[in-house]
């Protein structure tokens, strides 16, 4: 079996201290928690930033500089930035691609419109083929978001009119309200859609996190956990730390026989070329 990438996302856009107390919030607590992350046997981070004010999700290049610049600096990390913003106040396309001019080995590239946080998260045609473009002329590989089947679609459709280039790196996010349930029926469902070839990571949402992590072990995948998709660690448990999801899954693939990829093993298997 190949080796397997543990990807974090620690911290979404929406998910307040009231709900989640643990949660990282400035930018010091998003670097903290993903260098604890990496410490822990994660290769990849999946970054959102917050406004310090509100605590919700910004495009705001400055808070981004102030994530990445010390990740790079003081990790192996391979950074993945988000252009989805704050699902549902659907920013503007210019304002969602802002994290591409900090030239990230991977940018989230949510493939289609989906009801999503009490409203419509829209990814129109126009913004998937700015998205695609501007990802091309940064050297950034689009890690494709793929809460249903319909997705896989836009995608291989985007492939052959030539906007994205394979190999294509899905992350099949299983488990939302409006979307594709985090169950191996319908995972298998997705998987069976992508092209031979393609490298693919998956997340299961709230209760989904741990079944969907046991789907990408045993079917040679890759797995993201973190405190943007799940905040209770066990049932009526919150979690106190991303780290905790990161030891959970490091110590459960090694029992399974897998081994997990340090950065530059995860960098080979995505076939990227560090920064």
Request: charged share 25%.
């Amino acid at each position: 079996m190949d080796k397997v990438i543990i990807t974090a996302a620690i911290t979404g856009s929406r998910i307040t201290r009231d709900v989640a107390p643990h949660i990282p919030i400035t930018p010091d607590e998003i670097v903290q928690s993903s260098a604890e992350c990496w410490n822990a046997g994660a290769s990849i981070v999946h970054i959102h930033v917050r406004d310090p004010k509100t605590g919700l999700g910004t495009q705001d290049l400055d808070l981004f500089r102030q994530v990445v610049e010390p990740l790079r600096e003081k990790t192996e990390l391979l950074l993945c930035l988000t252009t989805s913003g704050i699902p549902g106040r659907n920013l503007p396309i210019e304002e969602r691609l802002i994290p591409l001019e900090l030239e990230p080995e991977l940018a989230s590239f949510d493939a289609g419109s989906i009801n999503l946080g009490g409203t419509v998260f829209i990814n129109t045609p126009e913004f998937l083929e700015a998205a695609a473009k501007r990802m091309r002329e940064k050297g950034v590989k689009p890690e494709l978001e793929v809460f249903d089947v319909g997705m896989i679609v836009t995608c291989l459709r985007m492939r052959d009119e030539g906007h994205l280039d394979e190999p294509l790196h899905f992350q099949f996010v299983l488990g939302t309200p409006s979307g594709s349930p985090a169950t191996p029926k319908s995972f298998l469902h997705l998987y069976e859609q992508i092209p031979k070839g393609s490298t693919w990571s998956i997340i299961g949402i709230g209760k989904g996190h741990l079944p969907m992590s046991m789907m990408g072990l045993i079917m040679d995948g890759h797995i993201r956990v973190g405190m943007e998709d799940n905040i209770y660690y066990q049932r009526g448990e919150l979690a106190k730390s991303n780290a905790q999801f990161v030891e959970r899954i490091v110590r459960i693939a090694r029992e399974y026989g897998r081994e997990v990829a340090t950065p530059a093993e995860a960098r080979k298997i995505l076939a990227l070329h560090k920064k």
